[in-house]
């Protein structure tokens, strides 16, 4: 099965940097990626990790290690709007299973 | 282009009653997945369609069932509702069976009473 673990709450002011960190235990997938999701609305989709390494997509950076079963999303800049719940996401490598197990999500609050 | 729409946006229901939630996904898109999130909680799959054949099914009880019409558009479908069926029900859609990229609803609210 999947396991993701991140942080429940993170707290910083504007213009910092967040780090939320995504451990897990899974039998094997295809890639982590990372959502965003206002006062339970729609989840958006951010990044996605199909390999090692980092994907950067303006202010917000995405990284993926296997042999760690770690990964992790860097929200730079850190503005109001960036206040949401973030979840990180695998799809199991499973033949038929093309579902996504999403982590808990952690709750990240901006300050001014 | 609409993103992924779905209906209706708010539900109140009373115990042991029946409830249809709709989407209609993205044009173009031939995949509809459902999950159901509880406040506080992640998003938990529920099922998966891809040209009107299930492809997947979470671990939820026989009372959930879901179909997709030949235009792509799909119901999912609760009987015999529970207190804990109160939760936030997410419809997402892609152009094939993948996980990533894929387009998220604003989500229909259930709240059984």
């Known amino acids: 099965g999947q396991s993701l673990e991140q942080p429940s709450e993170v707290t910083a002011v504007e213009g910092a940097i967040v780090q939320i960190n995504c451990t897990y235990q899974?039998?094997?997938?295809?890639?982590l990626s990372w959502y965003q999701q206002h006062d339970g609305g729609a989840p958006t989709f951010l990044s996605y990790n199909a390999l090692d390494g980092l994907e950067e997509t303006g202010r917000f950076s995405s990284f993926l290690s296997r042999s760690d079963s770690y990964g992790y999303l860097l929200l730079q800049e850190l503005q109001m709007k960036d206040s949401a719940s973030y979840f990180c996401a695998v799809r199991p490598r499973r033949s038929n299973d093309y579902k996504l197990s999403f982590g808990a999500g952690t709750t990240v609050t901006v300050r001014a | 282009d609409a993103g992924v729409t779905q209906s209706p946006t708010h539900l109140i229901k009373t115990r042991g009653q029946h409830v249809t939630l709709r989407c209609s996904p993205i044009?173009?898109?031939?995949?509809v997945s459902w999950y159901q999130q509880v406040l506080g909680q992640g998003p938990q799959f529920i099922f998966q369609y891809y040209e009107k054949e299930e492809r997947g099914r979470g671990n939820f009880p026989d009372r959930f069932s879901a179909r997709q019409f030949p235009n792509y558009s799909s119901e999912l479908n609760v009987n015999a509702l529970l207190l804990g069926d109160s939760a936030l029900y997410l419809c997402?859609?892609?152009?094939?069976?993948?996980?990533?990229?894929?387009?998220f609803g604003s989500g229909t609210r259930l709240t059984v009473v």
């Open positions: 044009s173009g898109h031939k995949s």
């Open positions: 899974t039998s094997g997938f295809y890639g």
């Open positions: 997402a859609s892609s152009r094939g069976g993948g996980g990533d990229g894929y387009t």
